[in-house]
């Protein structure tokens, strides 16, 4: 009787107001730098020096930000969310195409060489991208590569992370007895991956694809040593450029520029990942689920 | 059925393993233009010297091994990243830890909330974090100045010498709690509940619980996440780099390791001692990263 009493207990136990306020607590310093954004890009530049950085003051300038942002420079920022978008959708959806064929094989196939694969690609993992950046960029200008958006694509197209999560993902997720169903009924490995186990492997893909957006969204020490030219830079080197405008000689500051094109560069993501939620988040976990 | 179609289907499977190349073949092949070839052509390089008068590069052998771990700049930079990780690493992880175990523990209000809130920053660029904490630190109209004018005195520093690793150090756990939450959290909605009611039979509280099941059932990743963050450490460049726009005075050109390879090859073309640099940080970390590993694993047993 009392250790039905205890199980329960410790499996749906009563909520607690003090666990909650301090996780409230450290809530608030998360969100601390977004309130602050999501305010400040309300005002003008003017007004965003002269006023508390947690109040609002001046005249409500959003719209107004907003549509200077598209527009300064000849609308530089329009070409460099395209860029972004370009990289994103070859790379981040290349990334996804290459981990998920490369995991499923792996995983499903025991053929020669398997696990010497499997050990070079996690050797490679532990080799810090610092070692490789420089290299990369040498041996790219070489090949006539740098300045160019392949420059970003291809380095962007492997995700190691991505093809383990696959493998895992698919050990679980296929029954080897629905493949042999598949052959016996005549079709091809290739026509088994693309019609049968495909979409047997959705959520892991929907993982692997929103984490590759992400780190493509977010690259900038590639871009930043690859691309010399603005009409290649992508958002958060361009971000980055109108930051250092204000400073030295010559400076022209256009802060509010820079905070307003910040929000837009969250903005996209965030949304990705709340309406994705349900899958991501199976995805990370299904991993190591036990039967 | 499926008794009958056991044997030949051991046969096929073992016809069929070979045909697995077709999938993995285009990821080696990307693969061994991004990762493999740039590992080699740096090696090759850390091999050879510009000459300052000639032109053309000579063949020195390891002489510029010799020249990195003679290199003051370079062991101040890595002493700098040391200090960093050796402080920040363990605060940001024990944070994560924490928001795990209570969005777990089924005691909190709004689990489902905190978990999404606190993963958000996230998917938040490096770039935009470090511009935003850049203005919240600043003297003109960031949140340090409202709180120095609150205070009446210059109290509040985040870009002098002695602060800025530490303000750096708040950026990036800003950023990756979330994610390393995330990761302890699916490590612990798996642990199956037969365990749980176990030690409820037992009379185990709740921190009893925490320390006896849940933590050991996660090591593997709390290891995971420890070597990620490890090598991330050692990578520091995003934030150091923007932030140095803003405080040119105290982070200099090698202020991390990566900030010095990259500041060699682009600000001073000196492309061979980069890639030397590059090279040696890139052993030191794998080293470390897999000390780590072991030391996780043979706590396992």
């Known amino acids: 009787m009392t250790t039905v009493r205890n199980s329960t207990s410790v499996l749906h136990p009563r909520k607690s107001r003090v666990l909650t306020a301090v996780m409230a607590l450290y809530l608030a310093y998360t969100l601390l730098p977004l309130v602050w954004l999501m305010i400040n890009v309300t005002k003008t530049q003017p007004a965003l020096l002269s006023t508390p950085g947690l109040a609002f003051g001046g005249p409500f300038a959003l719209f107004d930000n907003i549509v200077e942002t598209f527009t300064y420079d000849d609308g530089i920022f329009f070409r460099w969310l395209g860029n972004t978008l370009l990289y994103v959708v070859v790379g981040a959806g290349g990334a ?196 | 059925m499926t008794s009958t179609a056991a044997p030949p289907a051991a046969r096929r499977r073992r016809g069929h393993g070979g045909r697995g190349w077709i999938f993995v073949a285009p990821f080696l092949l990307v693969f061994a233009l991004t990762f493999l070839a740039p590992i080699g052509y740096a090696i090759g390089l850390s091999l050879f010297r510009e000459q300052a008068f000639f032109g053309g590069t000579a063949f020195v052998g390891l002489d510029n091994y010799a020249l990195v771990l003679a290199d003051a700049k370079f062991w101040e930079s890595f002493l700098r990243v040391l200090a960093f ?55 003109h109209f960031g949140l340090a100045a409202d709180l120095n004018r609150l205070l009446g005195q210059d109290l509040v520093q985040p ?97 991390t390791p990566n900030m010095y390879a990259y500041n060699l090859s682009f600000g001073g073309q000196q492309y061979n001692y980069s890639a030397t640099v590059a090279i040696v940080m890139g052993v030191i970390t794998a080293i470390i990263a897999y000390v780590v590993q072991l030391r996780g694993a043979r706590k396992g047993m």
């Open chain 2, 85 to 139: 990780l050796a402080v920040q690493v363990p605060i940001m992880l024990l944070l994560a830890l924490v928001a795990a175990l209570a969005i777990d523990s089924a005691r909190l209000h709004a689990a489902g909330f905190f978990r999404i809130v606190i993963f958000l920053p996230y998917a938040v660029p490096g770039v935009v974090a470090a511009l935003m904490w850049g203005f919240i630190y600043g003297d």
């Open chain 1, 96 to 291: 996804t195409f290459l981990a998920t064929a490369a995991g499923y094989g792996l995983a499903k196939y025991r053929f020669a060489g398997r696990r010497a694969v499997f050990a070079v690609i996690l050797g490679a993992v532990a080799i810090p991208g610092t070692a490789l950046a420089v290299p990369t960029f040498l041996l790219f200008s070489k090949l006539g590569l740098t300045n160019t958006p392949l420059a970003i694509i291809i380095p962007s197209l492997i995700s190691p992370f991505g093809l383990y999560l696959i493998w895992v993902y698919a050990t679980d997720a296929i029954p080897d007895e629905l493949m042999e169903a598949a052959r016996i009924d005549g079709a091809g490995e290739i026509r088994i991956f693309l019609t049968v186990t495909l979409r047997l492997l959705v959520p892991g893909i929907v993982t692997v694809a929103l984490f590759a957006v992400v780190s493509t969204w977010n690259n900038y020490f590639l871009p930043l040593i690859m691309l010399s030219e603005p009409k290649w830079y992508p958002l958060t080197v361009g971000l980055n450029q109108w930051s250092a405008q204000a400073i030295g000689a010559g400076a022209r500051p256009v802060y509010h520029l820079v905070l307003t094109g910040s929000l837009l560069t969250i903005v996209p993501l965030v949304v990705a990942f709340l309406l994705l939620q349900r899958f991501w988040q199976s995805g990370l976990s299904a991993g190591s689920v036990k039967q």
């Open chain 2, 159 to 255: 870009f002098s010498g002695s602060w800025m690793l530490a303000s750096i150090g708040n950026i990036v756990t800003w950023e990756f709690v979330g994610y390393n939450m995330l990761i302890f959290y699916s490590a612990l909605k798996v642990i199956p509940n037969e365990q749980f009611e176990a030690a409820a039979i037992d009379g185990a509280g709740a921190f009893r619980t925490i320390l006896s099941i849940k933590l050991p059932a996660i090591r593997g990743a709390v290891v995971i996440a420890t070597i990620f963050s490890i090598i991330g450490s050692f990578q520091l460049f995003n934030e150091p780099n923007i932030l140095r726009s803003l405080a040119p005075n105290v982070i200099g050109t090698y202020y």
